[in-house]
């Protein structure tokens, strides 16, 4: 184990303190000043940004190697999968297709709601202002101010600016 991934896995367990856990990630490499962090949380990315009053629910899960970048001000629920890799679909042998795994970065914008459950494909851009339901799927764009939800994720209404 890395000392980056021992600084990560440490950061999230019970005994830290909620406010000292974006210290352990900064140190770590990731990019989250005053952040709160629930314990369980799971980071497989250092690049990863979250911008400052963003707060991170319990076994959340930040997945891939693209960058993932969070905005101001964003409510993550428990449970939530943000993951940005995937695989091309290879021949009927092995459809996850050896060796083509492929990642692309996931944005969030100022302001999101995300709620428990809710998985976040690779590519997907929330943009600022948005509701995602509980256990919604997000696979693109979500267009800023509105509610979405489902499988996969559709807009359901406008909300308020």
């Known amino acids: 184990m890395t000392l980056r991934n021992a ?10 303190p909620t406010g000292r856990r974006w210290r352990l990630l900064a140190a770590a490499g990731v990019d989250a000043r005053e952040v709160g962090f629930e314990s369980g949380v799971q980071i497989h ?3 990863i940004s979250i911008g400052r009053g963003s707060y991170v629910n319990r076994d959340v899960l930040f997945e891939g190697s693209a960058p993932i970048v969070i905005g101001k001000n964003v409510a993550i629920g428990p449970r939530v999968m943000i993951v940005t890799s995937t695989h091309h679909i290879g021949p009927s042998e092995w459809r996850a297709g050896a060796g083509m795994l492929t990642s692309r970065a996931v944005i969030i914008g100022d302001g999101v709601w995300i709620g428990a459950g809710a998985i976040i494909l690779p590519g997907s851009v929330i943009e600022k202002g948005c509701v995602i339901a509980a256990g919604a799927v997000v696979a693109g764009t979500c267009a800023a101010d509105q509610l979405w939800a489902g499988v996969p994720a559709r807009a359901k209404s406008t909300l308020p600016s």
């Open 7 to 16: 600084l990560k896995w440490l950061a999230v367990q019970p005994i830290v």
């Open 45 to 47: 990315n250092h690049n």
